[in-house]
């Protein structure tokens, strides 16, 4: 391409029509292959809209009730209606995992080239963590997905008062704005990203504020970058109008299913307390760093560390704004979280965690790229060295030009000793990340047989209480679990309404002891009493057969008994202990 000629523009979608299909059918795939049953969140929300459906109030001040997410539960809507339930929103997941693949590929790949982009999106989507997210079902994944289809939109968008100013010498920021807009350029030959309207991008956190709140924080904060990058304040009051119309409908429908417009806010604490979750400005640094490497991996964090030092060194701080600031302020929102009493959970660091394996990429590019003595591709590759404020211009060669029309883009040599320690680096940083996946094979094995299993417990406790309608007629349709786990989960599964199908556990709101209906104690491995008979908390005493009642029922880690006033209770006990005397002498005569 001729110095100083613009090349063709490309979308700003992350990646082309071939990249968004392969995703898109590794997905269904996946959908397909493993099905499960959504969590505990997405369970309650689905029970909500069932309600809803059929005309009666969601009960969101319920007994160990999740924080209601507006639009997840618009979403459980038709979901219900349809009869497919939480399979759509497992696939939907699914699908929000594919793009933020695809917007870590983009980011990384920008930046520093293939490698970088391969390594990033390898890094995210063999994360235990989002692969569980997605199976379960669980709001934060397409969350994520919209919260970096933000950074990779805001990226392309240049206020129209800098693109004017850009033929001149104009002020720092309007220079350090040219040189963030030209961030997406890559070497000669390849297309720039096309430039993005002006509410593409708080539109998108404006939906994402539906999900999460944090999308709040992100949407205001893109808002302060376009005035760093150019943009008046003229221009970014209706955008700010639109990210923050997300909080104002979410107290609307706080109000609206609970009385309260804080409830949101309010109930998650109390939550959090009950539960003895960490808490508190105190706890939030230590768990901070602990979390975000269980989440990113401590390979993939530290590495994500040196690469994001490396891309602000080689394009200044104003180039990379669009992208570091939303992993600073994901830090800093954890931080806000302990301090406003807020459990500190890891789906709390998605969005620091997902940038972080970005930079991870630039790092596994620049040790590669040094290790071969060649410049890094991408546009680190041959960059004008940056001012203090990371502006640049057209006339010293800044970001914006392409390595031909750079006086200095010829590569300087690679020192050997450098050279060495690349090539030391890549070594180790390849034989560990080989290790580390053979060490953590099989957590993938352990991930599709814990979201099997979960599925297979949902069915054989439907079944359970199938095979024992009489007693549930009887007794007033009533069965209790340990504790407030499985609750939501067993709702849906079994169709019953919200007070038919309780906790017996006094904490947390629960039913406290029981004198009629069903009751289901949970026996036989170590993961299914965990997992569905214990929580925080609560007494493990909840986790045994209420007196007055007889066991009459067994399916999988389930035991159902029924109150011993009825008749066909007592019959089918004493045919449940004898058949429990007959698998025990079997198994002793072997």
């Given at each position: 391409?001729?110095?100083?000629?613009?090349?063709?523009?490309?979308?700003?979608?992350?990646?082309?029509?071939?990249?968004?299909?392969?995703?898109?059918?590794?997905?269904?795939?996946?959908?397909?292959?493993?099905?499960?049953?959504?969590?505990?969140?997405?369970?309650?929300?689905?029970?909500?809209?069932?309600?809803?459906?059929?005309?009666?109030?969601?009960?969101?001040?319920?007994?160990?009730?999740?924080?209601?997410?507006?639009?997840?539960?618009?979403?459980?809507?038709?979901?219900?209606?349809?009869?497919?339930?939480?399979?759509?929103?497992?696939?939907?997941?699914?699908?929000?995992?594919?793009?933020?693949?695809?917007?870590?590929?983009?980011?990384?790949?920008?930046?520093?080239?293939?490698?970088?982009?391969?390594?990033?999106?390898?890094?995210?989507?063999?994360?235990?963590?989002?692969?569980?997210?997605?199976?379960?079902?669980?709001?934060?994944?397409?969350?994520?997905?919209?919260?970096?289809?933000?950074?990779?939109?805001?990226?392309?968008?240049?206020?129209?008062?800098?693109?004017?100013?850009?033929?001149?010498?104009?002020?720092?920021?309007?220079?350090?704005?040219?040189?963030?807009?030209?961030?997406?350029?890559?070497?000669?030959?390849?297309?720039?990203?096309?430039?993005?309207?002006?509410?593409?991008?708080?539109?998108?956190?404006?939906?994402?504020?539906?999900?999460?709140?944090?999308?709040?924080?992100?949407?205001?904060?893109?808002?302060?970058?376009?005035?760093?990058?150019?943009?008046?304040?003229?221009?970014?009051?209706?955008?700010?109008?639109?990210?923050?119309?997300?909080?104002?409908?979410?107290?609307?429908?706080?109000?609206?299913?609970?009385?309260?417009?804080?409830?949101?806010?309010?109930?998650?604490?109390?939550?959090?307390?009950?539960?003895?979750?960490?808490?508190?400005?105190?706890?939030?640094?230590?768990?901070?760093?602990?979390?975000?490497?269980?989440?990113?991996?401590?390979?993939?964090?530290?590495?994500?560390?040196?690469?994001?030092?490396?891309?602000?060194?080689?394009?200044?701080?104003?180039?990379?704004?669009?992208?570091?600031?939303?992993?600073?302020?994901?830090?800093?929102?954890?931080?806000?979280?302990?301090?406003?009493?807020?459990?500190?959970?890891?789906?709390?660091?998605?969005?620091?965690?997902?940038?972080?394996?970005?930079?991870?990429?630039?790092?596994?590019?620049?040790?590669?790229?040094?290790?071969?003595?060649?410049?890094?591709?991408?546009?680190?590759?041959?960059?004008?060295?940056?001012?203090?404020?990371?502006?640049?211009?057209?006339?010293?060669?800044?970001?914006?030009a392409t390595p031909q029309q750079r006086p200095h883009a010829a590569a300087a040599p690679v020192p050997a000793g450098l050279r060495a320690i690349a090539a030391l680096a890549l070594v180790v940083g390849v034989g560990g990340?080989?290790?580390?996946?053979?060490?953590?094979?099989?957590?993938?094995?352990?991930?599709?047989?814990?979201?099997?299993?979960?599925?297979?417990?949902?069915?054989?406790?439907?079944?359970?209480?199938?095979?024992?309608?009489?007693?549930?007629?009887?007794?007033?349709?009533?069965?209790?679990?340990?504790?407030?786990?499985?609750?939501?989960?067993?709702?849906?599964?079994?169709?019953?309404?919200?007070?038919?199908?309780?906790?017996?556990a006094r904490e947390l709101g629960g039913e406290g002891p029981q004198t009629h209906g069903l009751a289901l104690v949970i026996e036989g491995s170590k993961a299914a009493r965990t997992r569905l008979g214990e929580a925080a908390a609560i007494s493990r005493s909840t986790n045994t057969v209420p007196p007055g009642f007889v066991v009459v029922g067994?399916?999988?880690?389930?035991?159902?008994?029924?109150?011993?006033?009825?008749?066909?209770?007592?019959?089918?006990?004493?045919?449940?202990?004898?058949?429990?005397?007959?698998?025990?002498?079997?198994?002793?005569?072997?």
């Amino acid at each position: 391409m001729p110095p100083g000629e613009a090349g063709p523009r490309r979308s700003s979608w992350p990646v082309g029509r071939a990249g968004a299909v392969g995703l898109a059918a590794l997905a269904i795939v996946a959908w397909l292959l493993l099905p499960s049953a959504p969590g505990y969140d997405t369970a309650t929300h689905l029970v909500w809209a069932r309600e809803l459906l059929a005309g009666r109030a969601a009960d969101v001040n319920a007994a160990a009730a999740p924080t209601m997410h507006p639009l997840w539960l618009l979403l459980a809507v038709p979901a219900v209606a349809t009869g497919v339930g939480g399979s759509l929103l497992q696939l939907l997941d699914l699908f929000a995992l594919a793009l933020v693949i695809a917007c870590v590929w983009r980011l990384a790949a920008d930046l520093a080239g293939r490698v970088a982009g391969a390594v990033a999106a390898v890094s995210v989507g063999s994360s235990f963590a989002l692969l569980l997210l997605a199976f379960k079902a669980y709001v934060d994944l397409p969350f994520l997905a919209l919260a970096l289809l933000a950074v990779v939109f805001e990226r392309g968008y240049v206020a129209p008062g800098v693109r004017r100013a850009a033929g001149g010498v104009s002020s720092s920021r309007a220079a350090g704005a040219r040189a963030l807009a030209a961030l997406a350029d890559r070497q000669a030959g390849v297309a720039r990203q096309r430039e993005v309207g002006p509410f593409v991008v708080p539109g998108l956190l404006f939906v994402a504020g539906l999900l999460r709140p944090e999308a709040w924080a992100f949407g205001l904060l893109f808002l302060f970058v376009r005035w760093l990058r150019g943009a008046t304040i003229g221009r970014l009051w209706a955008p700010a109008l639109v990210v923050l119309a997300a909080p104002v409908l979410w107290a609307l429908a706080d109000l609206v299913l609970s009385g309260d417009p804080l409830h949101s806010l309010t109930g998650t604490q109390q939550l959090a307390e009950a539960l003895g979750r960490k808490t508190g400005l105190g706890n939030a640094p230590v768990e901070l760093v602990r979390q975000l490497g269980d989440l990113a991996r401590p390979p993939v964090a530290a590495a994500g560390v040196v690469g994001a030092a490396l891309a602000v060194h080689r394009l200044g701080w104003r180039p990379m704004v669009v992208v570091v600031a939303p992993l600073l302020a994901g830090v800093a929102g954890f931080l806000l979280v302990g301090a406003l009493g807020l459990p500190l959970l890891q789906r709390y660091l998605l969005v620091p965690a997902a940038l972080l394996a970005v930079f991870a990429g630039v790092a596994a590019a620049a040790i590669l790229a040094t290790a071969l003595g060649r410049e890094l591709p991408g546009a680190l590759g041959g960059a004008a060295p940056a001012g203090g404020d990371g502006s640049t211009s057209p006339a010293d060669g800044g970001i914006g030009a392409t390595p031909q029309q750079r006086p200095h883009a010829a590569a300087a040599p690679v020192p050997a000793g450098l050279r060495a320690i690349a090539a030391l680096a890549l070594v180790v940083g390849v034989g560990g990340a080989g290790g580390y996946v053979v060490l953590k094979a099989g957590s993938f094995r352990v991930l599709a047989d814990g979201v099997v299993r979960e599925a297979t417990w949902q069915r054989q406790a439907t079944e359970l209480l199938e095979e024992h309608r009489a007693e549930m007629a009887r007794d007033l349709r009533l069965v209790t679990l340990p504790t407030y786990r499985f609750v939501p989960e067993l709702q849906l599964a079994t169709g019953m309404r919200p007070t038919e199908i309780v906790s017996r556990a006094r904490e947390l709101g629960g039913e406290g002891p029981q004198t009629h209906g069903l009751a289901l104690v949970i026996e036989g491995s170590k993961a299914a009493r965990t997992r569905l008979g214990e929580a925080a908390a609560i007494s493990r005493s909840t986790n045994t057969v209420p007196p007055g009642f007889v066991v009459v029922g067994r399916r999988g880690p389930f035991v159902l008994a029924a109150a011993r006033v009825n008749d066909v209770a007592v019959s089918r006990g004493a045919e449940e202990s004898e058949r429990a005397v007959g698998r025990h002498t079997a198994r002793a005569s072997r």
